[in-house]
């Protein structure tokens, strides 16, 4: 006969049996692992879904002065170390030595060694690195959120889906946003691991993930903050945890802007422009400032409802907004109540003030409140701070389960809305990156939602007059109605803010291409009043100079270009031309003068040498650049050395084939 349990028995034998046992536990960990590496695959598929109608896009927007048209990117991985130790934009034909990025650009080298001017390479390591972003993003979205599969997936689901994200994704040079945000990830997930575990380990990866996302966009800087917010809100950290986290981030940052200061300060910095940056012109701090807070509410208005999406909103494509603007007004009660709501919030660590302050955090440093940058709109600069616009809507979707279902806290409503959300947001995704196929259509496309832009208006000019495009052309008429149509559009585009010197130096150049030199002499002459230092607008002069046969004027002006941009191939070529012809004009007076025949030939000589020292340089810049290698085999030939000139004219055929194998 069994014994009679006591009360105490019987209520110790009924939560035994309550509780799961090892193996269940087990069992339910192994299903909440699957569920968990499920829901980090489906975020990476759809990144990669709503992103893979761009792998056939061309080159677009500042592509061209980073990638196909920079001379140190298309050297390959041979420039990758000059690349490390030059400015972002070193390549360029215009002089810009305003940015360091090199981990972005030293990846568009590589690219350019296994496939030259392929765009479509990448778009799909754009695609890529993006779809591995989201999936880490939801990695550490878990441990934020461990309770929790909804949020992370959610959060993660809409900055995938997210149609501000298309500049960044469909736009090849926007690879420094992808990589700055993956590598702030690898930062974070280091030091939320090093908080709940203490293993030093984690440090180094952090230090050099930072370090990483420094040398990819410089607004990783804001990250400083960004990472210890995290770490007080996300994990029981300790102090010894936020120190060995701020000096393991420290020293990266201080290095980083030792190596930029040294590289940035062997240059002279140009002030912004108004054209790029319309608050600049605002002379009254005030209105400036309250513009700029106008400016966020945009933003902010664009994360709700993400149209019409524009590639410029420059000068004058947004109005100034004063203390007494309702537009100020609106968005800095907003701005002001979601701070209020944060700080009030804070010590409860309500993941929502966590979103609303990592969006201030991120957002400060192009915000134009705190200090002017280069541009006063660009919904590429977004990429980072959505996040935090992801983070809040999600949460509050969470905790609509429970206002809803008070009893259970489970209802069906919130993941359909986020369904909806995510449905919607893709849909407009993948018609905004239909857009960015082809400049034509990206410029025609944002020229109707932007009419006043005047770089919406100088991008329209300036494509349909490129050689690229006229190219493709059927005839002269109609290359003759694209640069009409070209002009007129730099017309409008001066209208609208008189001193563009990069309207007026295109201008100047479409009017010299259909033989209108007078005119076309008048732009130059106004370009380089406005911007005396364009490399640019003095070669083009030059040339314009030198086809009327004023060689010593022209002499300046290329001198003055190659002054200016040191690499700057064309320039250098041009140079040597002038060269040339001197050393042409000194034959013809030896054969004029029998008498000073010797003088003469001799003083032509050295005319040809110094010509094929610069003829030598543009190569030196631009090694598949026919024409020097041309020009110094007639050069060559002149000397009397036909095996020098028949070398160069042999590699100036080669070069010629092999772009013209490339174009077919």
């Not at 939320?192 to 370090?211: E, N």
Request: charged fraction near 20%; aromatic fraction near 12%; include cysteine.
């Amino acid at each position: 006969m069994s014994k009679k349990l006591t009360r105490k028995e019987k209520i110790a034998q009924q939560q035994q049996s309550a509780q799961p046992s090892k193996r269940q536990q087990a069992a339910e960990l192994q299903q909440q692992q699957r569920s968990r590496n499920w829901a980090g695959l489906i975020v990476a598929i759809v990144a990669f879904l709503v992103y893979a109608n761009t792998f056939q896009h061309g080159w677009a927007l500042d592509d061209w002065g980073v990638i196909p048209d920079n001379k140190l990117t298309k050297r390959g991985i041979s420039a990758i170390p000059e690349i490390m130790s030059t400015t972002y934009r070193t390549g360029m034909d215009v002089s810009d030595h305003t940015l360091y990025r090199p981990l972005s650009k030293a990846t568009f080298a590589i690219e350019w060694s296994i496939s030259p001017d392929n765009p479509s390479l990448g778009h799909i390591d754009n695609v890529l690195l993006y779809a591995l972003t989201c999936f880490l993003l939801f990695r550490v979205l878990l441990l934020c959120f461990p309770r929790s599969l909804f949020i992370p997936f959610a959060i993660a689901l809409l900055y995938a889906v997210h149609p501000l994200h298309t500049e960044v994704i469909a736009n090849v040079k926007s690879r420094d946003e992808i990589l700055s945000m993956l590598f702030f990830l690898l930062t974070l997930r280091s030091a939320l691991l090093y908080a709940r575990g203490g293993k030093w380990q984690h440090l180094p990866i952090l230090a050099l993930s930072f370090f990483a996302a420094l040398l990819s966009k410089e607004s990783a800087i804001t990250y400083l903050a960004a990472v210890p917010l995290a770490l007080y809100f996300f994990s029981e950290a300790k102090g010894s945890h936020y120190r060995g986290v701020m000096v393991s981030m420290a020293v990266p940052a201080v290095l980083f802007l030792l190596i930029r200061a040294s590289i940035l300060g062997q240059y002279q910095s140009a002030p912004y422009a108004m054209v790029d940056n319309h608050l600049i012109g605002i002379k009254d701090f005030v209105t400036q400032r309250t513009s700029a807070i106008y400016l966020l509410g945009v933003y902010l208005y664009k994360h709700f409802i993400p149209h019409p999406l524009i590639c410029d909103g420059s000068y004058a494509a947004f109005d100034p907004a004063g203390p007494g603007d309702w537009k100020f007004i609106l968005s800095f009660l907003i701005h002001i109540g979601a701070l209020v709501y944060a700080i009030m919030n804070f010590k409860k660590r309500d993941p929502i003030a966590f979103g609303i302050l990592f969006y201030f955090v991120t957002i400060s440093i192009i915000s134009n409140v705190l200090m002017l940058i280069g541009t006063n709109y660009a919904e590429r600069l977004l990429f980072v701070p959505s996040l935090g616009w992801c983070i809040v809507v999600a949460v509050l979707l969470d905790r609509l389960a429970g206002w809803l279902s008070p009893q259970s806290g489970t209802t069906p409503v919130p993941l359909v809305l986020t369904a909806l959300v995510v449905l919607g947001f893709s849909s407009l995704t993948l018609a905004r990156n239909q857009d960015w196929h082809d400049e034509t259509r990206l410029f025609n496309t944002d020229l109707k939602k932007v009419p006043r832009s005047a770089h919406m208006r100088f991008y329209v000019g300036n494509h349909i007059s490129a050689e690229d495009y006229l190219t493709t052309l059927p005839d002269s008429a109609a290359i003759k109605a694209a640069l009409v149509e070209s002009i007129a559009q730099l017309d409008t585009a001066i209208s609208i803010w008189e001193p563009y010197g990069d309207a007026w130096q295109r201008r100047a150049y479409n009017k010299y291409v259909l033989n209108n030199y007078p005119a076309a002499e008048q732009d130059f002459i106004r370009a380089l009043e406005i911007n005396p230092t364009n490399p640019v607008a003095h070669n083009n002069y030059g040339n314009l100079l030198f086809n009327t046969r004023r060689y010593d004027l022209a002499l300046q002006h290329f001198e003055q270009a190659v002054k200016y941009n040191p690499r700057y191939s064309h320039a250098w070529n041009n140079l040597a031309s002038v060269y040339g012809v001197y050393g042409e004009g000194a034959r013809e007076q030896a054969m004029n003068n029998p008498a000073e025949r010797d003088r003469y030939m001799a003083d032509a000589r050295q005319k040809w040498e110094t010509a094929i020292g610069f003829f030598k340089k543009a190569i030196e810049q631009e090694a598949d650049y026919a024409v020097p290698y041309r020009m110094l085999g007639f050069t060559y030939r002149n000397l009397g050395d036909e095996a020098m000139a028949n070398k160069y004219f042999r590699e100036a055929d080669e070069i010629a084939k092999k772009k013209a194998n490339a174009k077919n």
